[in-house]
């Protein structure tokens, strides 16, 4: 993954000047008890011992937020290595208004929007649109599916359908409002009487048990001769 | 159904997830046989998307709403602080995005993960070197410490066995949140009990659990009801200081008796909002209970009564209101550390 800030100078000096810092290997040098404001105003400067302390501070934070999005150890020193720089790119552009909240609950949210950001752009380019080369482009790409689409389409909603049918009634309901209904999870708990957290939870769960039903049906599938 | 869910060789935390399915390792196209574990994956995957369409189909919006509104949506730390709230229009399509999309759905799901608290801000120190004792010493107080600890497990099992306090058992595997208390349901408080038990009759009082390394706390009350407006939930209150407690009286709130409420509190240590909990507290009139507390004999019955229903914050209010005595701090101590 590429830092799409722009700042890719900053990381070899951050790597360099506090190397333990930035891989969390270890001991710690001791840091000063800097305030947040006086943080933020050392870190649009680079000050070192400033991002020594940002990067001892809220290292934990940021990863743990990363950890959310990405198993992979690589991927998500990447990941620090970005967020960190875009958190960079934020502070000098005067985004944290420490009247509105304090800097790390600015900082995780800002990473958080970031890493999602990353990760879309992520996925579109893992799923890229190929369009045809020549005279006769079409003006739109033609977004029927295909008659062997259609029929696998048709093939997994049989199968969808009949896991649902061998859920119990409450499971079924929930997700026949949730995905054929299109209902919101607010409708859902003011239908059954139940609070918004309580509505999340048995959708999750409902789905859950529609995953163990079509993975013992494919199970039997699969072994039939 | 049951039978069959028992059978399966997946539990439910080790199925793939679609996430994984669709970062899953490219297979090769000259690979024909395909591992059953890929197979799975995309079937189970094809699932998903056959559901996600069908809320597609059903008038979901297709378009992924930006990452802060995710963000707020999903109620990620410091949520409404740094962007304006979502309307209750704009929540509502956001929801129904989420059926239709795979991809934000699991985004806004990595916000029930609370973040890591108390941050390192200070290195541990460096133990200070210290001299050896002899061994004479050291065994002179083993022989003290057996002794001492001796007295005290007699005098406990004596006070134990006078039944004086109820005994706080200890749960195993049950994590110990934050929030002390009430964290399931309160006593509504009649007249005649108010004034047989002045102290239960001073109305709701949200609890935590001591941490001293938060510098201030934050308190925000809703109560839960189905005709609510927004979100099926209506703020009550919010009140934030440097004190773990915070007290409002219910009928100030227009809550009574079959009222939901849900209280979440947050905490502000080393520079960071942190999320402590939440808990959803029913109102709950008990006219037997009110009956036998009348007819309690003493306070410390009554405390019983209060400590074998389950209700924690009545409990606490009587014992702390009873004389400071050993056995009273222990138990409040042990109520206050589950």
Excluded at chain 1, 202 to 208: D, E, L, Q, T, W
Excluded at chain 2, 53 to 73: I, K
Aim: glycine share 6%; charged share 25%.
């Amino acid at each position: 993954m590429h830092s799409e800030t722009g700042q890719y100078h900053l990381l070899p000096f951050l790597q360099s000047s506090i190397p333990r810092l930035w891989d969390g290997t270890g001991e710690m040098e001791p840091v000063g008890d800097i305030d947040e404001l006086a943080l933020v105003r050392e870190l649009r400067s680079r000050h070192n011992t400033a991002v020594a302390t940002f990067l001892e501070r809220y290292r934990p934070l940021l990863l743990h937020c990363i950890g959310n999005f990405e198993q992979d150890h690589s991927t998500r020193d990447d990941l620090f290595q970005d967020v960190v720089l875009y958190i960079f790119d934020r502070l000098d552009a005067n985004a944290y208004d420490p009247a509105k909240g304090s800097l790390g609950t600015w900082l995780y949210r800002v990473a958080w929007c970031r890493v999602v950001d990353l990760k879309r752009r992520d996925g579109g380019r893992r799923t890229p649109r190929l369009t045809m080369v020549g005279d006769q482009l079409p003006e739109r790409v033609d977004a029927s599916p295909t008659p062997g689409e259609a029929a696998s389409t048709d093939e997994i909603g049989q199968l969808v359908r009949r896991g649902l049918a061998h859920l119990d009634g409450e499971e079924r309901s929930l997700l026949v409002l949730r995905f054929v209904d299109g209902r919101t999870m607010e409708d859902i708990a003011a239908a059954l009487g139940i609070s918004l957290e309580q509505a999340k939870y048995r959708v999750k769960r409902a789905s859950a048990a529609l995953r163990r039903v079509l993975v013992h049906d494919y199970s039997f599938e699969d072994a039939a001769p | 159904m049951k039978q069959d869910n028992e059978s399966l060789r997946f539990g439910p935390q080790e199925l793939p997830t679609t996430d994984a399915a669709r970062t899953a390792p490219q297979q090769s196209p000259h690979a024909h046989q395909r591992d059953p574990h890929t197979l799975r994956r995309e079937h189970l995957d094809a699932a998903d998307s056959w559901l996600r369409e069908q809320a597609r189909a059903a008038g979901a919006p297709s378009e992924c709403p930006t990452p802060e509104e995710l963000y707020e949506f999903g109620g990620g730390p410091g949520a409404g602080q740094f962007d304006p709230a979502l309307t209750s229009a704009r929540r509502a399509e956001i929801d129904r995005h989420l059926a239709a999309c795979a991809e934000c759905d699991s985004f806004v799901d990595t916000l029930a993960s609370v973040p890591p608290s108390p941050l390192v801000l200070v290195p541990a120190k460096a133990a200070a070197p210290s001299r050896r004792a002899p061994l004479w010493l050291l065994t002179a107080m083993a022989a003290g410490l057996v002794f001492v600890v001796g007295m005290v497990a007699t005098n406990t099992d004596r006070m134990a066995s006078s039944g004086a306090f109820p005994v706080v058992g200890q749960l195993r595997g049950q994590a110990s949140t934050a929030l002390a208390a009430p964290t399931t349901k309160v006593l509504v408080i009649d007249a005649a009990l108010a004034e047989r038990f002045p102290a239960l009759a001073q109305g709701v009082h949200l609890e935590l659990r001591s941490a001293e390394t938060a510098t201030s706390w934050r308190f925000d009350v809703f109560e839960l009801s189905a005709a609510a407006a927004s979100n099926g939930e209506r703020p009550l209150f919010q009140q934030g200081g440097a004190e773990t407690t915070c007290r409002f009286r219910l009928h100030e709130h227009g809550l009574h008796a079959g009222s939901v409420f849900a209280w979440e509190a947050r905490a502000t240590e080393a520079g960071l909002t942190k999320y402590l909990g939440r808990a959803t507290v029913d109102v709950v009139r008990d006219d037997a209970l009110t009956q036998q507390l009348l007819a309690a004999s003493s306070e410390l019955d009554a405390l019983h009564l209060l400590h074998a229903g389950g209700w924690r914050m009545e409990a606490l209010a009587l014992a702390r209101a009873m004389p400071p005595s050993g056995p009273r701090d222990r138990y409040l101590e042990a109520l206050l550390a589950r």
